[in-house]
């Protein structure tokens, strides 16, 4: 729990402490034969077997030997160890990208005729997922607002699956209470997924709280360089067992071995880019919250946010984005204002994916969440004003000093 007393750098640097040792060694040894200290990078498709017994019982699953690049490899074995230590998981199973983790998980939990319960405010492909492509497989979803945890509960129905949560959620930091959700999952005998892309193992750890199953996009910040895609699941070993054999060796979601080594990498820094990160998404969400030019700013960390005691309670830090919604003038609607204020950004890039080295600003409503209809997003609190900020780890007096020269 964040103490209000305590000063979020204090905050920030303990919990970077905590994890930094992790993000250098865990999953990682000097290598047996050459006592090289980085982890191979093995780009070999198949593994030789020493003989037919063991070749049988490998498919039988009883020889702990790889098989086939698609079932495993030891680059991505790797990351997936220190992954689940990140995490504080039994297994990890890392898929080619996010959507393929959330994707491929309902399908392992769901069959045609199951329920899932969402968010209204979440990644517009993951809402496209549910609105669109499940249905045609006969797995329907509700929607609800997620920072009302009753909302759940009136949407449960006999044939429902799982509770599905993404906080703080994407575009509008959003923030449900993990541990009211999970109360009601398990007290009905229901899956509980979470999507941990926003807040990260650095700000969040779900399965502390009762989660079943989290997921990660690692394109973002675990990655944090812009250079590699892919997707994590991590919970019980047999839930990710299940997962694995349904994303990876079913449907042949495989994360590749060289942008698993990519990923790894990336991992070593990342409590040190988040512990700056986060601090200084907390000094913008302040500094924004009182420009004339913005209406409203949404950050956690902020007293005046809806989520702010909630997200204090569950989080380990605030977390490296915000959003903000621009104020109407008499010449420009907020919509306008929103999609030409990239325009005057030199510093901050405009670009889709959060989570990176570089700062990264997007309006959601004509980009991101554009497949999400106009009344959903109203529902879902998206308003057209809207912009969201993925603070990186450039200076954060370099970073104001943009937003200004944008927003006047």
Request: glycine fraction near 8%; aromatic fraction near 6%.
């Amino acid at each position: 729990m964040i103490q209000a007393d305590d000063p979020y750098g204090a905050v920030l640097a303990a919990r970077a402490s905590t994890i930094s040792s992790a993000c250098v060694h865990a999953g990682e040894a000097p290598d047996p034969v050459t006592r090289a200290l980085e982890v191979p990078l093995v780009l070999s498709n198949a593994f030789e077997f020493d003989s037919g017994d063991t070749a049988e019982a490998a498919f039988r699953g009883e020889k702990g030997v790889y098989i086939y690049g698609r079932w495993g490899n030891p680059s991505v074995a790797a990351l997936e160890a220190k992954l689940a230590v990140l995490e504080g998981a039994e297994a990890a199973c890392v898929a080619a990208s996010g959507m393929a983790a959330i994707s491929g998980t309902i399908l392992a939990f769901c069959a045609e005729g199951s329920h899932v319960v969402a968010p209204r405010s979440l990644y517009g492909e993951s809402a496209r997922l549910f609105r669109e492509r499940l249905p045609r497989f006969g797995i329907t979803a509700t929607f609800v607002d997620a920072t009302e945890p009753e909302a759940y509960a009136r949407a449960v129905r006999p044939e429902t699956r799982i509770l599905y949560m993404e906080t703080p959620a994407n575009p509008n930091l959003a923030i449900t209470d993990i541990e009211r959700v999970v109360g009601l999952a398990m007290g009905r005998g229901l899956l509980t997924i979470l999507d941990n892309t926003f807040a990260t193992p650095f700000a969040q750890t779900p399965l502390a709280l009762g989660v079943d199953i989290v997921i990660h996009s690692m394109t973002k910040a675990l990655s944090g360089h812009g250079d590699a895609i892919g997707g994590v699941v991590l919970g019980g070993k047999s839930d990710v067992a299940r997962v694995h054999d349904t994303v990876v060796k079913g449907l042949g979601g495989a994360l590749s071995p060289f942008n698993a080594f990519l990923i790894a990498r990336g991992l070593r820094t990342f409590a040190l880019r988040q512990r700056q990160a986060c601090e200084t998404a907390a000094l913008l969400a302040r500094r924004l919250s009182g420009h004339p030019a913005v209406e409203r700013v949404h950050h956690p960390s902020l007293r005046s946010d809806p989520g702010h005691e909630v997200a204090s309670r569950q989080m380990h830090a605030y977390g490296s984005i915000l959003s903000f919604e621009l104020k109407e003038t008499s010449a420009r609607s907020a919509l306008e204002l929103a999609r030409r204020l990239p325009e005057g950004l030199r510093l901050i890039r405009h670009a889709v994916s959060l989570g990176d080295v570089r700062s990264l600003l997007i309006h959601p409503a004509s980009t991101t969440h554009s497949t999400m209809p106009k009344e959903d997003r109203a529902l879902a609190k998206i308003p057209d004003g809207l912009v969201r900020l993925s603070v990186g780890i450039e200076s954060a007096d370099d970073l104001w000093q943009d937003l200004r020269r944008g927003l006047e």
